[in-house]
């Protein structure tokens, strides 16, 4: 299978702990998406790379956000001191390009005790 | 921010039935994406829509940009079990904009 792949697919973890998650894109997208899902809303945008440099962060995106994608390949986004409000459903997307279509992942689902 | 409103937010019908939902915005797209998210997986893309005034079928569903590019319908006709569905529209280019969704349920 070459679509998204997202790794884990669940996390439960007590707060003030550090967690991080791991997006695979599609082989040959060079743009890649981070979105947070909370309950009974749509994704929300976060963050987004074309390679390994970051080209933007929302104002969701904390300072204890961080999102690396050091090769250009995969993304890892690290949560730092977590807090009981980021408990969500985190999803990366990748695309050919800018404007291309995105594709998304199958998610990770953080539980925040 | 593009706000992107759907209505209505739960539906709920019998299966064989038909049934529409709307992604209305006061913004203009460039283009809009539907998809649908089943729980605890991520949206999968079903189509988009470019040109004001497209029509796009896809099996039994049919996709409606507006002629304004403001805003969009999403039809299905004799919908089936597995239509049952968070129906999500997107537009806003790189950063896409999602609306809350509709959830779909298609009774057996």
């Known amino acids: 299978d070459t679509g998204v792949s997202q790794d884990p697919r669940h996390k439960i973890t007590k707060r003030g702990q550090n967690v991080t998650f791991r997006c695979d894109p599609i082989?040959?997208?060079?743009?890649l998406y981070w979105y947070r899902q909370t309950l009974g809303q749509g994704p929300e945008f976060l963050t987004y790379?074309?390679?390994?440099?970051?080209?933007?962060k929302s104002r969701l995106l904390s300072d204890r956000f961080s999102a690396e994608r050091p090769k250009g390949s995969f993304s890892t986004l690290e949560i730092q001191r977590t807090e009981q409000g980021d408990s969500a459903m985190y999803l990366c997307?990748?695309?050919?390009?800018?404007?291309?279509?995105?594709?998304f992942g199958p998610g990770t689902r953080l539980t925040v005790l | 921010t593009q706000l992107l409103e759907q209505s209505p937010q739960f539906l709920s019908i019998q299966e064989g039935e038909n049934l529409t939902v709307y992604c209305n915005s006061s913004?203009?797209?460039?283009?809009l994406q539907w998809y649908r998210q089943e729980p605890g997986e991520g949206p999968v893309l079903l189509v988009t829509?470019?040109?004001?005034?497209e029509v796009k079928k896809l099996k039994r569903l049919t996709f409606q940009f507006g002629d304004a590019r403001k805003d969009s319908s999403l039809h299905i006709t004799a919908a089936q079990p597995g239509d049952t569905g968070l129906y999500l529209c997107?537009?806003?280019?790189?950063?896409?904009?999602f609306g809350a969704g509709t959830t779909v349920t298609v009774r057996a």
């Open positions: 997107a537009g806003g280019g790189y950063k896409l904009s």
């Open positions: 790379f074309q390679n390994e440099a970051q080209l933007e």
């Open positions: 913004s203009v797209f460039s283009s």
């Open positions: 082989s040959e997208h060079n743009r």
């Open positions: 997307a990748s695309s050919w390009d800018t404007y291309n279509e995105q594709f």
């Open positions: 829509v470019v040109t004001g005034g």
